[in-house]
């Protein structure tokens, strides 16, 4: 039988055979890369204790199959390669720092793929002490090792890979970039944040997207005009990016800023192609379970929006205004007033005239229909007044009616 007839059967047993005592190192490699892939295999401890072994006893594309057959496998597997390795004997319920130093020791290892294994499970393991040892890998000769070492310090978030961190982010390499984006914006302080700032014209389309992702961490107004630009993008998924940072943004910042910030993001958003900022708000709108985010894109959406045909949105912001608190249904209101049109009047007196509805937000319904209604809006909320006994609609709806031109018959 073939490899290929073993690893569909699942038989390790016969992969392990292979691996060991075949002389064809093509054969070998290939068996170790199998045997990668049966992670719940009955036989996992024979799978592991054979590519630890042949990890330790050879060289070259063996070698560095098994170990990153045992990177594929886990961090337990991990652990057995790199505790053997280091010659220290560990069980399950050693210390962390014990782990940890031997794991260090692999990180100065001849092979890529152990040096690139070790940094993988200090990552795992989370030990901050870990930090200095993995920021000294980051001028190491593969792009690899210096790109998972970058990963592990943001793993275990120690703000120490701050600086070191921002070094790699001109590395020539866009995956090591890539990388150093990332690990600093989960880091998140406020030098972190800032090194970010210079990626948003990154030559790679993915570290532009992670650098903008990261914007939204800000608590002030630093990177309003990098997101501005990023709205720019050739690259679609970096604008919808942008626009969810621009509207985590405005949930960080403190209350005194936000409404500057909001006018300069109106300003700026309205230059930029409609659909390009829609679709990801109506996207916010409908997925967020944060208030603050819904409000801010209930109110933003109101303001940089021209098609008042866009269903999606419309409905969007009438949801908010029936199924949200108090705050988020004033913002929501105001921008279907600002929107307007047949479609916004048709929903609204749809809400206003169900008495099944909350009587707060029938209530924005009606004060909105108001400011937006022609003369047959008018006519059915008098009928609305006439009928309903909802104080809170029946005051809504003298107000209403007075904005239109009064009835004074009701």
């Known amino acids: ?47 592991i204790n054979a590519l630890v072994q042949t990890a330790n006893e050879d060289d070259g594309q063996v070698a560095a199959a098994a170990i990153d057959a045992l990177n594929q496998l886990g961090q337990d597997a991990l652990e057995q390669l790199l505790t053997t390795m280091a010659g220290v004997d560990v069980d399950g319920d050693a210390a962390d720092w014990v782990k940890a130093k031997a794991f260090i020791q692999a990180l100065s290892g001849e092979v890529p793929e152990l040096r690139m294994a070790a940094a993988n499970a200090l990552g795992e393991l989370g030990v901050e002490d870990a930090v200095p040892a993995l920021a000294k890998v980051f001028d190491d000769s593969d792009s690899r090792v210096r790109a ?43 030098q972190a944040l800032q090194a ?86 109506v996207e916010i709108l409908e997925k967020s379970t944060q208030a603050a985010q819904v409000r801010n894109t209930a109110w933003l959406l109101g303001r940089v929006m021209d098609d008042p045909q866009n269903h999606d949105a419309v409905d969007a912001l009438v949801a908010v205004l029936v199924e949200e608190g108090q705050m988020a249904q ?31 937000a029938r209530g924005h319904a009606v004060f909105t229909l108001g400011k937006i209604g022609d003369e047959e809006t008018g006519r059915r909320i008098e009928s609305l007044l006439e009928e309903t006994d909802d104080e809170q609609v029946r005051q809504k709806a003298f107000s209403a009616l007075s904005k239109l031109g009064g009835h004074s018959g009701v």
């Open 1 to 47: 039988m073939s490899l290929y007839e073993y690893e569909r059967e699942g038989d390790a047993q016969e992969l392990i055979g292979a691996l060991r005592r075949s002389e064809n190192q093509r054969v070998r490699k290939r068996a170790a890369e199998m045997l990668g892939g049966l992670e719940d295999h009955d036989d996992r401890d024979d799978i």
């Open 148 to 190: 998972r070492a970058a990963r592990a310090t943001g793993v275990i978030g120690d703000q120490r890979a701050t600086e070191p961190l921002t070094g790699l982010l001109s590395d020539p390499k866009a995956s090591v970039r890539l990388e150093a984006a990332e690990a600093l914006g989960r880091i998140g302080n406020r």
């Open 196 to 281: 970010l700032l210079e990626l948003y014209d990154d030559s790679d389309e993915r570290v532009r997207r992670i650098a903008v992702s990261g914007f939204g961490n800000f608590e002030n107004d630093r990177p309003v005009e990098a997101l501005i630009d990023a709205l720019g993008d050739d690259v679609s998924a970096v604008r919808r990016t942008a626009v969810y940072s621009l509207i985590q943004l405005l949930s960080n910042v403190p209350t005194e800023k936000s409404h500057e910030i909001r006018e300069t993001v109106v300003e700026r958003l309205s230059e930029t192609d409609d659909a390009t900022v829609v679709e990801p708000l």
């Open 330 to 360: 004033q913002f929501a209101a105001t921008s279907l007033a600002e929107i307007g049109g047949n479609h916004v009047e048709r929903e609204l007196l749809a809400v206003a005239e169900d008495e099944g509805i909350d009587s707060a």
